[in-house]
């Protein structure tokens, strides 16, 4: 391998880890957030009516006029359904993204989980602090900490292995303010927007800059987006007989970044039409929305901001995580439905009763 092309895979990695090493070391210190308890709710269950979790604002109006427009046959303005594409954004978007991303949260879990068969790692920092619960040291190491964390807990073992390790973890692990499953921490408005969508002949696509091996083992109970649906930030893998049966072995170097300009390139190399509709919540997804936008026809985007600090979080143009700045200019300049979390949605996740108040700072 050429130093170039080493250097290149180098700059992937870290790319990849430092998604949320800003937002720890930060410590999201302006974001407004709590909780409060509620009663629990499946997400799958999830569609009782159409966007019933939505108030019949502006931005509800939006999303229901451009679907009887591309869904009418009488319609100029009709989009048959192979070509009723429509491509949301994960993190931020469908489920929540703080105090940090999801998936670093399984890293940080995976560290500890691999712990006994590293003995070494009680004296090896970032291993050492991350193990005594001292994340900012643990990262005091900047990039070479975040690259050792991400190799050591995404490489190493078969797909199989970690869609297994995945498939427990979202099954165990919970939100550190919520005490909710991650997979409880998604947006009940989306999901009733994905079911929506579907009922009227589209087919929808996750584009994440999250990993893709991380999301395909639950996204289709969760989203009912199936794993081929699921665009994501992959890492490499090599073909190999273990015990006279095939494997793919994943490997400590990083093949694809899906987020900002990758988006645009993760849909043409996974999808090949361009969208009609998409959505995201953050600068990271402004590139999806305008080659989303740019193509002929009749065209949706929207951004979830996030300006619930009761029931969520509330944080757009300083955020450390999930940042939307340049986004939302572009969204005003434009015309883009720009979904006010606190004004458009009646509940934020599938576990709130009717009269809790989300999520409160105690």
């Keep these: 391998m050429n ?10 990695l870290l790319c990849f ?5 800003s937002a720890v070391l930060g410590g999201c210190s302006n974001q407004r957030s709590g909780y409060a308890g509620s009663s629990l709710s499946s997400p799958t269950q999830a569609h009782a009516a159409t966007l019933a979790s939505w108030n019949d604002s502006p931005a509800k109006r939006s999303i229901t006029a451009f679907v009887a427009r591309v869904t009418n046959p009488q319609s100029p303005d009709f989009v048959p359904p192979p070509e009723r594409i429509a491509v949301f954004d994960n993190d931020g978007a469908l489920w929540a993204e703080q105090p940090m991303y999801f998936q670093f949260m399984f890293a940080m879990d995976r560290v500890k989980a691999l712990a006994p068969n590293h003995p070494e790692w009680k ?13 900012k040291s643990a990262l005091a190491g ?17 797909t199989e292995e970690f869609d297994t390790v995945v498939r427990d973890w979202v099954a165990t ?3 550190p303010k919520t005490g909710k499953l991650y997979t409880e921490m998604v947006y009940q408005p989306m999901l009733e927007l994905l079911s929506y969508l579907r009922e009227n002949g589209f087919k929808t696509f996750i584009v994440s800059g999250g990993g893709i091996e991380f999301m395909r083992p639950w996204a289709e109970r969760v989203y009912g987006i199936p794993p081929e649906q699921v665009i994501g930030s992959s890492g490499k893998t090599k073909f190999e007989m273990r015990d006279g ?6 490997l400590p170097e990083i093949n694809f970044i899906d987020d900002k300009e990758g988006k645009p390139v993760g849909i043409n190399q996974h999808i090949g039409r361009r969208p009609i ?13 305008q080659y989303t936008a740019a193509g002929s026809g009749p065209r949706f985007c929207l951004y979830v901001h996030h300006t619930d600090a009761v029931r969520e979080w509330a944080y757009d143009r300083e955020s450390h995580i999930g940042k939307l700045d340049k986004g939302l200019d572009e969204a005003q300049a434009r015309g883009w439905t720009v979904v006010d979390m606190k004004q458009d949605w009646r509940k934020v996740f599938p576990f709130e009763s009717a009269t809790s108040s989300g999520v409160d700072d105690r």
């Excluded at 130093?3 to 992937?12: A, D, K, S, W």
Aim: glycine share 8%.
């Design 3 to 12: 130093t170039n092309h080493m250097n290149t895979n180098r700059h992937l």
């Design 17 to 21: 880890a430092m998604m949320s090493i």
């Design 123 to 135: 004296e090896k920092e970032p291993f050492a602090s991350l193990l005594k619960g001292d994340l």
């Design 142 to 158: 900047g990039e070479r900490a975040m690259i050792e964390i991400v190799t050591a807990t995404h490489s190493g073992m078969t």
């Design 173 to 175: 692990a919970k939100h």
């Design 245 to 250: 049966k095939p494997v793919l072995v994943k």
């Design 277 to 289: 509709a998409a959505f995201g919540n953050s600068d990271g997804d402004l590139q999806m929305l």
